[in-house]
């Protein structure tokens, strides 16, 4: 964790300071817009330390039994999904009171946060971040979706997959192909509001959030959006990567520059089946 925070701060005294050490006031010449202005830089840095910063209450939280400090950094709507379930047939979700109440009538989990490594942070138009904690020595990821509102950066869902055996830890090319074959269904039946298809391949627990420029938070069920479909063009070209974890659960991330939006789509394998359980979108 300390690296992290020494790169943060060098990383804000390199956008304020030129090269012979004397402060550096932003270049009024450069678009605002360009990635590398100064102001941007610091927005970014205090983005990552705020995030950083979130993630380890939750670790602290958990691991020393503060179930109040977990209320603070969960949003109100906050779930965790897991296939942590007898044979990995269903799909178990935990919301924010199942959570906090566990934690604290079970107390400290000691050793809950050592040996995780914060292993990658993926924003999208500034106000939704995915993150992925690594542990060792299993190599198991957990994964988790942020949303930032008025009060900051706060953890919206967490996300992970037993690991019981490590020659399972490695995805497939089976289970690639598997992702790619459902995400063409999917878009597929976006794009001409075929209910029956889209209530056949997505979770009955389903849902969407999308935040907006100004910080407005919309949620859609399952139900919601197959009373009330609308057409969506999305292709392959629009979509950035695939990352599977322990060949059982997928997240797929979804840029559309003509929309300056970002979708993160998660899919879980429950009972050997490919599944879209959510949708956690960012739009400006």
């Not at 939704?128 to 509102?149: D, E, G, H, M, W």
Request: net charge negative; aromatic share 10%; glycine share 4%.
């Amino acid at each position: 964790m300390k690296p992290l925070g020494i790169l943060l701060f060098a990383f804000t005294l390199f956008v304020s300071i030129d090269a012979h050490g004397q402060p550096q006031a932003p270049n009024e010449n450069l678009d605002p817009n360009f990635i590398f202005h100064p102001d941007n830089l610091i927005r970014n840095s205090e983005d990552l330390s705020a995030i950083y910063g979130v993630m380890a209450q939750y670790y602290e939280g958990v691991e020393l039994g503060k179930a109040d400090l977990l209320k603070t950094v969960f949003h109100t709507e906050w779930q965790m999904r897991d296939t942590g379930t007898p044979d990995e047939a269903t799909l178990h979700i935990a919301d924010k009171n199942n959570f906090v109440n566990m934690v604290r009538d079970h107390g400290p989990y000691p050793g809950y946060a050592s040996e995780r490594v914060f292993a990658h942070v993926g924003m999208a138009n500034d106000n939704l971040a995915f993150v992925r904690i690594n542990k060792a020595p299993s190599r198991s990821s957990t994964c988790f979706y942020l949303y930032k509102l008025n009060q900051g950066w706060t953890i919206m869902d967490k996300l992970w997959v037993p690991v019981r055996e490590a020659a399972k830890l490695a995805p497939t090319s089976e289970s690639y192909h598997a992702v790619e074959m459902l995400l063409h269904t999917y878009f597929k039946a976006l794009a001409v509001a075929d209910t029956q298809v889209l209530s056949d391949i997505l979770h009955p627990d389903w849902d969407s959030k999308t935040i907006d420029s100004e910080g407005k938070l919309t949620t859609i069920s399952k139900v919601a959006l197959l009373q009330n479909p609308k057409t969506e063009q999305i292709d392959f070209t629009q979509l950035l990567s695939i990352d599977l974890y322990h060949d059982k659960l997928a997240i797929v991330r979804i840029d559309i520059p003509s929309q300056n939006s970002t979708s993160f789509i998660t899919i879980f394998k429950i009972d050997g089946i490919w599944q879209i359980t959510n949708e956690r979108i960012a739009t400006n």
